[in-house]
């Protein structure tokens, strides 16, 4: 697993002369774009992946810099300056100011470039550590000043030769790195007369194969340094920020019988997807189906889990989908909008990714996994990768063509008047669940991998093991929910029981009965995840079920307070209450812990480190602390359970303490500015 990267370079020392000239007083960085400092949307960028300490190298005005950009910065980002006194150098001589600050891998960007939010997110998945990695835009006929770009040839995904003049070349240098620290030595060797610029050490890197090129894909990026640049920059922000929430409102799927009304998990492929496209931000639906009588029955069906999404079924002819029969159901005041089939499934991430799309795209997967070649094998082929189906078009793009609709999607790919949104370049990271998984799709499945594709959506469901009961938790609920997601019960109906069966086990701690109680708690240990599973497998996930969390916590102090309670009125334990205090204050002290490291660095002390996710492991959780009373109560001893269970407590807070008290010096430390 790579060590997450919490550190960026931003250079921004230079003086702008292009633009300055063009009357531009504003430095380059705080030019106003859509109401915002250029800048701003940068640090939207590096805060989406989890940057905690900026480094800005200024020069030039750097008190207006200083001025402007202090307020920008987000809560809980700490921001260094670093004044670079030889400015009007190369900006070789501007990142080599920040080699006393940075010893670890970093985010390197320049202060007047603007990039799509997800860039980062694919650069951040995608780079090796052991090299200089350059995020690179292949679409040449996209760069407005070709003849100003930085060039760059490719060769089996390494860089080989770089430059503004180079006559042989595949792919531009788009201005964001993730870089290592022995940039900085190369930096030193390149200098002449005490200057170089980045390129030149990039140069010299790329000559000893250590430069990695990440391609961006279909995503949008723009260094600003002239009149043409800005406005065309002011358009990109302007398309993305604004008609991306126009149009994810509504979308038109394509649904025909009997692909879309195959069931998988318990729900129709067509179910799966207007459900998924509520979650989407979605509101109405229109929906083009040769097969009107049988989809619009479907559609009619009562569904609580879609109830907020408009759905029109309108007929037309069988056959192959027409470019003219989506153009007849364009809605007037829409410019953009996303044509998806209901034949197939989709994870919620790629529909999402598409939605936020700027311009025209249509998803492909470049790099299909061996797992699911028997699933996708029919997809379409594309210059580009495999079509998966959803296309994001443009009314002008759509009404300048005729014909069949994927034919015409398939010849757009082919020749970039449609941009890929690539699944292979998605991040792998799924917050939600706390592990890495690859955003899925595939079309309806035969009845031979009907299994294998049910397997998916099953493991997709699955958080990140978090302790050693979950290792065995997790196949039992996975076995369950392959059963229960095949019937009408709820996840609301699953947490209900799952609470009954909690305060139960309270019940019976609290009046002696140890070994129910404790058989009922542990069961809740593999009940207690049903319901979430149940509804990301059905997508039936909902704000409500945000609730389940606030319940755990309750119960589970139940239980302790009902075991402590036992133990001091039966005379076992004199001092139960006493270890029951001291218990749930570590707990207490745990959880601010926690909470103060994940508000300080964006993340988990679990993921700080090797040792953290040892611990984690067997630290004290509920589960572990549910088996060791268990134990105890097995070995007739669960007084000692008890006791056990809270010096495990105790020692986890006091074990995770030195992590957090580093982590909250970095910050502040990092949060003083440089004289």
């Not at 531009?24 to 805060?47: H, N």
């Not at 089996?156 to 180079?166: I, S, W």
């Not at 067509?270 to 509520?278: A, G, N, V, Y």
């Not at 909902?542 to 402590?564: C, N």
Request: with cysteine.
């Amino acid at each position: 697993m790579k060590k997450p990267i919490s550190q960026a370079v931003i250079i921004m020392a230079g003086s702008g002369s292009r633009l300055r000239r063009s009357g531009e007083d504003s430095p380059k960085p705080l030019v106003d774009l859509a109401g915002r400092p250029l800048i701003s949307y940068t640090m939207d960028g590096l805060l989406r992946v989890g940057i905690k300490t900026i480094y800005a190298v200024i020069g030039f005005e750097s008190a207006r810099l200083r001025a402007g950009l202090t307020p920008l910065i987000p809560r809980g980002v700490a921001l260094q300056w670093i004044e670079n006194p030889n400015w009007q150098k190369q900006n070789g001589i501007t990142l080599l100011a920040a080699a006393p600050f940075v010893n670890r891998p970093f985010i390197l960007t320049m202060g007047d470039h603007i990039f799509e939010p997800r860039i980062f997110e694919v650069l951040i998945q995608r780079a090796d550590l052991n090299l200089l990695n350059v995020a690179v835009e292949r679409k040449l006929d996209a760069i407005l000043d070709l003849d100003d770009a930085m060039k760059i040839k490719t060769r089996g995904g390494h860089v080989v030769a770089v430059g503004k003049n180079l006559e042989d070349y595949d792919a531009i240098d788009t201005g964001l790195f993730v870089c290592v620290p022995e940039i900085f030595r190369y930096l030193d060797r390149a200098k002449r007369d005490e200057d170089c610029s980045l390129a030149d050490g990039v140069r010299l890197m790329a000559a000893d194969g250590k430069v990695h090129a990440v391609d961006i894909g279909g995503a949008w990026w723009q260094d600003v340094d002239s009149v043409a640049t800005l406005q065309h920059a002011r358009q990109l922000i302007a398309t993305y920020y604004g008609s991306s929430k126009k149009v994810a409102q509504e979308c038109i799927v394509l649904a025909d019988a009997p692909g879309a009304l195959i069931e998988l998990c318990g729900i129709s492929l067509l179910e799966r997807l207007l459900r998924s496209l509520q979650r989407c931000g979605f509101k109405r639906a229109v929906i083009l189906s040769s097969t009107r009588d049988v989809i619009a029955q479907e559609v009619a069906r009562p569904s609580w889990a879609r109830a907020d999404l408009e759905c029109e079924v309108h007929a037309r002819a069988s056959g192959p989908v027409m470019l003219e029969q989506i153009i007849d159901l364009w809605p007037n005041d829409t410019d953009l909008l996303m044509i998806v089939p209901a034949d197939s499934v989709f994870d919620l991430r790629l529909l999402r990714m598409l939605a936020s799309r700027f311009g025209p795209a249509a998803l492909v997967d470049s790099s299909v996994p061996d797992r699911f070649h028997s699933l996708v094998q029919l997809a379409p082929a594309t210059k580009r990768g495999k079509l998966c189906g959803p296309a994001f078009l443009q009314r002008d793009w759509a009404h300048s063509r005729t014909g069949l609709l994927q034919e015409a999607v398939c010849t757009g790919l082919d020749n970039q008047t449609l941009a890929a949104a690539d699944v292979a370049t998605e991040p792998l990271y799924y917050a939600p669940l706390n592990r890495e998984l690859r955003a899925y799709w595939f079309p309806a499945p035969s009845p031979a991998d009907a299994q294998l594709a049910k397997r998916i959506i099953l493991d997709s469901a699955q958080k990140g093991t978090l302790d050693l009961p979950a290792t065995v938790h997790a196949p039992i609920e996975t076995f369950l929910i392959s059963r229960l997601c095949e019937t009408p019960v709820t996840p609301h109906q699953l947490t209900i029981i799952t609470n009954v069966v909690a305060w139960s086990a309270t019940i019976l701690l609290a009046t002696g009965r140890l070994g129910w109680g404790l058989g009922l708690a542990v069961l809740v240990g593999v009940l207690d995840g049903l319901d979430g599973k149940q509804a990301r497998v059905k997508v039936e996930t909902s704000k409500r079920g945000k609730l389940e969390h606030w319940f755990d916590a309750i119960f589970e102090v139940s239980w302790w307070i009902a075991f402590a309670y036992y133990l001091q009125h039966s005379g076992r334990l004199p001092d139960a209450f006493r270890y029951l205090a001291l218990l749930l204050i570590a707990q207490g002290i745990d959880g601010m812990i926690k909470s103060g490291v994940r508000y300080v660095s964006g993340r988990s002390i679990e993921e700080l480190g090797t040792f953290e996710r040892t611990l984690h492991f067997v630290s004290g959780r509920r589960n572990v602390f549910v088996w060791l009373l268990t134990i105890g109560f097995l070995l007739g001893a669960p007084t000692r359970a008890f006791v056990f269970m809270t010096w495990l407590a105790l020692a986890t807070a006091i074990l995770h303490l030195p992590r957090a008290i580093a982590v909250f010096s970095r910050f502040r430390k990092a949060g003083r500015p440089q004289p």
